[in-house]
């Protein structure tokens, strides 16, 4: 059973709009959460990540937002760019083991960025 | 600082054969885990290494195997290769902070292809 789910396989979004990328989870006990970013044939590149603490986490355009009770985080890019089309994973890592945490990945969100 | 490096970055083997992948960890960073990416299953863990010892494992046959060197540079082994294992193989590497690992950083992965 998936525990990190990305429901929308793919995105299509005007340049200068925002972009918003849903994430949801079933495991409690994740506490740590991150989203990568890939192109083909490329390795994912770590985007922007938060903790279980916060409820929202900002780094430039990426906004990253947390809601705990309902197992549900998003990724905002605002404006979005033609160079952000690729794809989107959410991961999870659970508490109390972060020494030995593995990241557990959901099966990716498609964006395209129109211009 | 150079970022993950992994060879080789494609492979064609056979079915039954064995095939040997290495991954060289950002300068610094002691723990190094692989992923396997399918279409069908998405980014899935396989294993983590951190100063030459298994910690923690996936949920993969006994075909799937690593090590890890002194130098953190780690390698991952697939015997009796299946078509099923073709996928792209990814390695990560972070660095350990008081017993907490820190973000993953992905290499660009090798394409390995069964015939």
């Known amino acids: 059973d998936q525990q990190v789910k990305q429901n929308s396989p793919s995105l299509s979004v005007q340049e200068g709009r925002i972009s918003i990328l849903n994430c949801d989870y079933t495991?409690?006990?994740?506490?740590?959460f991150l989203w990568y970013k890939k192109y083909p044939a490329e390795g994912p590149t770590f985007l922007i990540s938060?903790?279980?603490?916060?409820d929202k986490n900002e780094d430039g355009r990426f906004t990253v937002f947390l809601n705990k009770s309902a197992k549900h985080l998003s990724l905002h890019i605002v404006p979005s760019q033609p160079g952000d089309s690729a794809v989107y994973f959410c991961a999870a890592m659970p508490s109390g083991i972060r020494s030995q945490g593995n990241l557990i990945f959901g099966k990716g969100t498609k964006l395209s960025v129109k211009p | 600082k150079a970022g993950v490096t992994q060879t080789p970055r494609y492979l064609i083997k056979t079915r039954g054969q064995q095939v040997t992948l290495s991954c060289s960890p950002i300068?610094?960073?002691?723990?190094v885990s692989w992923y396997q990416q399918t279409p069908g299953q998405g980014l899935q863990f396989l294993f983590e290494?951190?100063?030459?010892?298994?910690?923690n494992k996936g949920n993969f046959p006994g075909r799937f195997s690593g090590r890890q060197f002194s130098n953190s540079r780690s390698e991952m082994n697939v015997s009796t290769l299946e078509l099923g294992d073709s996928a792209l193989y990814l390695c990560?590497?972070?660095?350990?902070?008081?017993?907490?690992?820190?973000?993953?950083?992905f290499g660009p992965g090798t394409r390995l292809l069964v015939l």
């Open positions: 290494y951190f100063s030459e010892t298994q910690r």
């Open positions: 300068s610094g960073h002691r723990s």
């Open positions: 495991n409690s006990m994740f506490d740590y």
């Open positions: 938060i903790s279980s603490i916060k």
């Open positions: 990560a590497s972070s660095l350990m902070v008081a017993g907490v690992r820190k973000t993953q950083y």
